[in-house]
């Protein structure tokens, strides 16, 4: 596949954070060969369990050394407002990308995990596709269109996101909803099951959800 001449339009940007990922196999399935990588300071010791090499280095350097590799590399200051890892979103936002793969993002301290998920509320409120994959799950949000999920998941979760969301509708699974409200403070929509052979359907009127898509153990 071409690669040195796709545009950012064209390729998926791939965020790697520090956090743990103790499943290399299962997250290089989910790599091609085009995606642009962007190792956010401690995310630097995943390239050799992801098999890749950094397109851009972004960090301040406080979780690992900088190993001044022969790439674009952004030093960073260690007292900023952004993380590293948000950092490097904006950067890849203000170079065209459409499309987001986040890595590593989820784990050990919860507050980064947090800001880390935040980040794709961020991303869709800018009309980007983005997921957020770790070892045990997929993320992506839930607003404006439909989104399908196949019988493949062990199980999914739908989580207010940023509000209450209204007109809530779930249908080919265990638990179906129709025109629900699911709020903040009462997040009822854990652990729901594709129906065997089915294809679900998730829909909001109003409001956003985060969807995690649980993967199977083995």
Not at 100 to 106: A, E, H, M, R, V
Not at 173 to 191: C, D, F, H, R
Request: hydrophobic residues 40%; aromatic residues 6%.
């Amino acid at each position: 596949m071409e690669t040195t001449k796709r545009g950012a339009a064209e390729r998926r940007c791939v965020v790697i954070g520090g956090a743990d990922i103790g499943r290399y196999d299962r997250i290089r399935a989910r790599l091609r060969e085009d995606d642009f990588f962007i190792c956010c300071d401690g995310g630097l010791r995943h390239r050799a369990g992801l098999g890749i090499a950094p397109d851009l280095v972004v960090g301040d350097f406080d979780s690992h050394e900088n190993p001044h590799l022969p790439v674009e590399t952004i030093v960073l200051p260690c007292e900023k407002d952004d993380t590293d890892t948000v950092f490097a979103v904006r950067t890849a936002l203000d170079r065209g990308f459409q499309d987001f793969l986040l890595l590593g993002c989820t784990g050990g301290r919860l507050d980064h995990t947090l800001g880390n998920v935040s980040l794709l509320l961020m991303l869709e409120a800018r009309g980007k596709r983005a997921v957020l994959l770790d070892d045990f799950s997929e993320m992506e949000v839930v607003s404006a269109g439909p989104v399908q999920i196949e019988d493949r998941y062990a199980c999914f979760s739908l989580l207010s996101a940023g509000g209450a969301a209204r007109g809530v509708t779930v249908r080919g699974v265990k638990y179906p909803l129709s025109n629900a409200e699911i709020t903040s403070e009462y997040q009822y929509g854990i652990s729901n099951e594709v129906l065997p052979g089915e294809r679900a359907e998730v829909s909001v009127r109003e409001g956003r959800l985060l969807l995690v898509k649980v993967l199977p153990l083995f």
